[in-house]
């Protein structure tokens, strides 16, 4: 099992960005596929990014694909969202995930983290 702390979120301008953190304790970090989820107001949870354990397959949300990058440091225990170009409809709380790997993780995540808030002005 994981336990998972995000970090970074903030309020931004349209147009500019923010890099989101995931802090994953224990050992095993590695070993999962790791990926973020957002709910914006009035919406569902939706998936937005996951990458494999190693860092070799990742997947995109269509409404992100081009401006987010995801990406994982696993010595340092941590997951990234660099979200660029960003929109007012970008605005959401922001979630980390975890899974036995990518597949599971855009469906069925096994851990989650609390949530950051992102918010985009125009």
Known sequence: QVQL?????GLVQAGGSLRLSCAGSGRTFG????????????KERAFV??????GGSRSYA???????????DNAENTV?????SLKPED?????CAA???VGVVTTT????????QVTVSS
Request: aromatic share 18%; glycine share 16%.
């Open 5 to 9: 702390v995000e970090s970074g979120g």
């Open 31 to 42: 070993s999962y596929a790791m990926g973020w989820f957002r709910q914006a107001p009035g």
């Open 49 to 54: 990014a996951a990458v494999s354990w190693s």
């Open 62 to 72: 269509d409404s992100v694909k081009g401006r987010f990058t995801i990406s994982r």
């Open 80 to 84: 990234y969202l660099q979200m660029n």
């Open 91 to 95: 605005t959401a709380v922001y979630y």
């Open 99 to 101: 899974g036995e790997s």
């Open 109 to 116: 995540p096994g851990y989650w983290g609390q949530g950051t």
